[in-house]
Every structure is written in structure tokens, then in C-alpha cells.
């Protein structure tokens, strides 16, 4: 079996998450989603829990059509020491011998683990992003929702997302600044 490791925080999951792994499980028979920064939360960068994150890529995918039973998804948490993380990520998934990112550094990490890398496949990335989902859901911007699939918007509208940003944006949440 082909298994590719697809790591991301997906704060929140979007339309280019769901292309990307539709184009991913083209090549293999099963892609490892890994959730990273899997301990941040109800923070700016990161206002979604690890658990609401899988959640939402479920759904996203379910509504992109995807087979679930070809996606695995797990929680990554971070580590300083970046090798010590790459090494969790080998402890926490199954096996694997493709990565698909699109971070050079992450790139570079696997690579020089041995790993195949290939280039994650990109979707209007130039609107694509969530940071730009968390900016607009920042500003009341309405147009976030056509970002996300309609399953990821009414998650984040079911569990306060909005609100949950807006607290965290007066910076009161992190725990670096303390």
C-alpha cells in the first residue's frame, strides 16, 4: 500500500485542503493527514482546537466527496527541536513514503529523512489560505464562507468561531506573552 503523509494546522480547513487531497489519493491508495500544532488553541494563529480541526476536515472532506476510509487524520503536536518533531510525526502515523507540503522547511526535513517529497498540489492559492479565512472571519467579512466548505462554516459558527477570534485578537490568549 502507498501511503503520503499531508501535514498542515488547517486553522480552519478550506476549499484548497480538499482539492489538495483529492489530488493527493490520485497517486496513492491512503493519505495521513497530520494536524499540527495539535496543543495550540484560542489563539490567533491557532483558534481551533485540535479535536474541532478534525472534525472539520472530516466533514470538508465528506462534502468534497472524498472516501474516508482512504484518509487517516491525527493530531501532531508540536516540539522546539524540529528533528525531535519529525520524529513524532514517524511515531504517531502509520508508515509512509511520500510527503506532500507545500513548506520548504517541512520539505526539507523529510527530504533529508529519506523521504520522498512532492509538492503539494495548490488550489487559487493567491485566495486560498487560512490565514486569509481567519482575516475575513476577523473583519465580518461574509465572503470566508466561500472559502470553507458549507460543513466548515457552520462549525465554526456553531462553536463561536468569530467570537473566538475576536477575543483572541486583543492577545489576552497567548501564552507566550504572559
Request: net charge positive.
Given at each position: 500500500?502507498?501511503?503520503?503523509?499531508?501535514?498542515?494546522?488547517?486553522?480552519?480547513?478550506?476549499?484548497?485542503?480538499?482539492?489538495?487531497?483529492?489530488?493527493?489519493?490520485?497517486?496513492?491508495?491512503?493519505?495521513?493527514?497530520?494536524?499540527?500544532?495539535?496543543?495550540?488553541?484560542?489563539?490567533l494563529?491557532?483558534?481551533?482546537?485540535?479535536?474541532?480541526?478534525i472534525?472539520?476536515?472530516?466533514?470538508?472532506?465528506?462534502?468534497?466527496?472524498?472516501d474516508?476510509?482512504?484518509?487517516?487524520?491525527?493530531?501532531?503536536?508540536n516540539?522546539e527541536?524540529?528533528?525531535?518533531?519529525?520524529?513524532?510525526?514517524?511515531?504517531?502515523?502509520?508508515?509512509?513514503?511520500?510527503?506532500?507540503?507545500?513548506?520548504?522547511?517541512?520539505?526539507?526535513?523529510?527530504?533529508?529523512?529519506?523521504?520522498?517529497?512532492?509538492?503539494?498540489?495548490?488550489?487559487?492559492?493567491?485566495?486560498?489560505?487560512?490565514?486569509?479565512?481567519?482575516?475575513?472571519?476577523?473583519?465580518?467579512?461574509?465572503?470566508?464562507?466561500?472559502?470553507?466548505?458549507?460543513?466548515?462554516?457552520?462549525?465554526?459558527?456553531?462553536?463561536?468561531?468569530?467570537?473566538?477570534?475576536?477575543?483572541?485578537?486583543?492577545?489576552?490568549?497567548?501564552?507566550?506573552?504572559?
Amino acid at each position: 500500500m502507498k501511503r503520503a503523509l499531508f501535514p498542515g494546522r488547517f486553522q480552519p480547513p478550506h476549499w484548497g485542503h480538499v482539492y489538495a487531497v483529492r489530488e493527493i489519493l490520485k497517486e496513492v491508495d491512503e493519505v495521513i493527514i497530520t494536524v499540527g500544532s495539535a496543543q495550540f488553541n484560542y489563539i490567533l494563529k491557532d483558534p481551533f482546537t485540535a479535536g474541532e480541526r478534525i472534525w472539520m476536515l472530516r466533514e470538508a472532506l465528506r462534502e468534497g466527496g472524498i472516501d474516508l476510509s482512504r484518509v487517516v487524520i491525527i493530531p501532531v503536536p508540536n516540539v522546539e527541536n524540529n528533528l525531535e518533531w519529525l520524529g513524532r510525526v514517524k511515531s504517531l502515523a502509520p508508515p509512509f513514503q511520500i510527503v506532500y507540503t507545500g513548506n520548504p522547511f517541512v520539505a526539507l526535513l523529510f527530504k533529508e529523512a529519506g523521504y520522498e517529497v512532492r509538492q503539494q498540489p495548490m488550489f487559487r492559492r493567491e485566495q486560498l489560505s487560512s490565514t486569509r479565512v481567519r482575516e475575513l472571519i476577523l473583519k465580518g467579512d461574509p465572503q470566508w464562507e466561500e472559502l470553507v466548505p458549507k460543513s466548515v462554516a457552520a462549525i465554526i459558527k456553531a462553536i463561536g468561531g468569530a467570537e473566538r477570534l475576536r477575543i483572541a485578537a486583543l492577545g489576552e490568549a497567548e501564552p507566550h506573552k504572559w
